[in-house]
């Protein structure tokens, strides 16, 4: 069992499989304080930098976001349980919520 970071971030897919459009209110997680969605851009400095995503983040029918290293990405914080597995709520707009189970790759 890898230790976990205080901080960590994850990859992965999240689709709106919905035949209409839907936001992302908010997410949260077992195992961590607080969950932000976070792109990377190039600064001035052409240094590449994350910002934060703020809610809602809106989603078309069937749109896809793509999570992965070096791109959009999921951000915890504040490492609060010390057992348990991890999993990742999305709260929509529609009133439903997905859990994801998310797996810990040790580096
Ligand atoms: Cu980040």
Redo the contacts with the bound molecule.
């Keep these: 069992m890898p230790d976990l970071a205080k901080?960590t971030?994850v990859y992965g897919q999240i689709q709106n499989p919905r035949e209409i459009d839907v936001s992302i209110l908010s997410a949260s997680s077992s195992l961590y304080k607080r969950v932000?969605f976070?792109t990377?851009s190039v600064d001035k400095e052409g240094i590449m930098r994350?910002r934060?995503w703020e809610y809602p983040i809106h989603l078309k029918p069937k749109e896809t976001i793509d999570l992965e290293r070096n791109g959009t990405?999921?951000?915890l914080y504040d490492k609060q349980n010390e057992k348990g597995d991890l999993w990742i709520e999305i709260h929509y707009s529609d009133g439903k919520t997905e859990k994801h189970i998310v797996e810990i790759k040790s580096l």
Excluded: R, S
């Design positions: 901080t971030a932000e976070h990377m994350m934060k990405h999921l951000m």
